[in-house]
């Protein structure tokens, strides 16, 4: 008895025991589910995430100057010693300077602005309250003028030659005049402004109608005009001894063109190629340019075989910079940032020639124990391998006088035509362009050597789009 209901009991056990173990699988089936569900959806976002750091790798990378980073790092903001704003104790400021007046208009009253009383006169011993101020003409009075050249013909009595007498301002073909065309490349390339905005301009504020068409007529005109200057200016570019490179992308008829910058102590280039690669190194500096380049990583140059290369050390800089969170890169980044304030410290005593020999050689041994310390570890790859493949061409600058270790100038150069690319997205035409690396690269050169940019444009419209005197 006591055995059956013992058996009984047991029987009722076991069902439990396998009901709850049903309970138990499908449990782990569900999670089961669950849990692929989840890998496919963490699967998902990480593709989602690697798409979105290759699209941000674009915008920030070791390659993109601080003044185009979008993402910045907030810094502590230093507080002032009194806790106020503006200028720091002991700035003179500056004011502006007064100019003779062009001229005077004398302000009476006949009446006391406090009562009425017509019954005043003048404090002699005060003189006059007197405010100068600068003016434009008003709006009204900005209007193109209309000029007839009446050019007489004449015959010579000795040669029986007939010819028609000719001025430097009158044009050789057109009905736009010097200085309008003057004006209109002045407003396309000093505000940036569009085609169809200087048109609006024109009509709102001179009262003077002109198509798009036109305007961009009168640009590509100027631009022909200017061929000469600019290939002087590549014949200088080509003879420097030291130049400045860089390169940015740029849209032309819905194509990736690059716009290359070649800048020197007195001269910047602009100048627009497909190709990336080293075609138009070749065609600007030559394929035996002997002298000092100073670049970037990228592997173009590599082709100027005879040229001493400085590498920029603000993109290693910022490549070193990248690993700065981890213990390893940070000592590395921090080693790198010790040894570019030392060579700009250097730079500024004025070494010798000796001098410089030793503290390369210094620099070159330090550079060596860097590599050979941190080539083990496999995070820092990129940088020691940037390290590696500039390891020749990072000490030009201590060698040599007056060569910056930094491609700054070449970076500052380019940023006015990036605001450009802002503005206008790309170029609808490769003629478009050209014109723009044309009167792009002689306005910045005149700029950089602070000469009047009107007088030189008007100097190239003269000489170049007009009936000689």
């Known amino acids: 008895m006591n055995k059956d209901k013992l058996i009984k009991e047991q029987k009722i056990e076991i069902e439990k025991l396998k009901k709850e173990n049903a309970e138990l699988r499908n449990g782990i089936k ?8 989840h890998s496919k959806k963490i699967e998902t976002l990480e593709t989602k995430l690697k798409k979105v750091i290759r699209i941000l790798r674009v915008y920030e990378n070791p390659n993109t100057p601080p003044s185009q980073q979008r993402i910045k790092e907030k810094k502590e903001k230093k507080k002032s010693s009194n806790g106020k704003r503006g200028a720091p104790k002991g700035h003179k400021g500056t004011t502006r300077e007064y100019k003779t007046p062009d001229e005077i208009i004398p302000v009476n009253n006949d009446k006391c602005t406090r009562c009425g009383s017509e019954n005043i006169h003048e404090l002699d011993e005060v003189g006059t309250d007197d405010k100068t101020i600068e003016d434009l003409p008003p709006i009204e009075e900005m209007r193109p003028r209309i000029i007839k050249f009446e050019r007489k013909v004449y015959e010579c009595e000795n040669c029986g030659a007939t010819f028609t007498a000719e001025d430097k301002k009158c044009p050789k073909k057109g009905r736009f005049g010097v200085e309008l065309m003057l004006f209109i490349v002045l407003l396309k390339f000093l505000p940036r402004a569009v085609l169809r905005k200087i048109t609006e301009f024109m009509d709102y504020t001179h009262d003077f109608k002109i198509t798009a068409a036109s305007v961009n007529e009168i640009i590509s005109r100027v631009a022909d005009a200017s061929t000469g200057e600019y290939n002087n200016l590549l014949e200088r570019i080509h003879k420097s001894q030291k130049v400045y490179v860089d390169e940015t992308s740029f849209s032309v008829l819905g194509k990736k063109w690059w716009l290359w910058v070649f800048r020197t102590d007195t001269d910047i280039l602009f100048a627009f190629n497909e190709s990336r690669g080293h075609f138009i190194l070749d065609e600007i500096l030559g394929e035996d340019y002997s002298g000092i380049v100073i670049c970037d990583g990228w592997s173009a140059y590599k082709c100027l075989r005879n040229a001493i290369i400085q590498r920029c050390w603000a993109h290693l800089i910022r490549y070193a910079k990248e690993h700065k969170k981890d213990i390893v890169g940070k000592e590395l980044y921090k080693e790198l940032k010790l040894m570019f304030e030392e060579i700009k410290l250097f730079r500024e005593s004025n070494p010798d020639k000796e001098a410089r020999m030793r503290k390369c050689n210094e620099f070159t041994s330090r550079m060596n124990s860097l590599l050979k310390e941190y080539s083990g570890y496999e995070h820092l790859e990129k940088v020691t391998t ?19 270790p930094t491609n700054n100038f070449a970076e500052q150069a380019v940023r006015e035509p990036v605001i450009v690319r802002k503005i206008i997205g790309a170029f609808r035409s490769e003629n478009g362009a050209g014109n723009y690396a044309k009167l792009a690269s002689l306005i910045a050169t005149w700029k950089l050597n602070d000469k009047n940019i009107k007088d030189e444009l008007r100097s190239v419209i003269v000489s170049n789009l007009c009936l000689s005197s």
């Not at 940037?386 to 910056?404: A, M, R, S």
């Open 30 to 37: 569900e999670r089961n589910v669950i849990i692929d569900e």
């Open 386 to 404: 940037y390290l590696e493949n500039g390891k020749n061409d990072w000490f030009t600058c201590v060698l040599y006088e007056n060569i910056e």
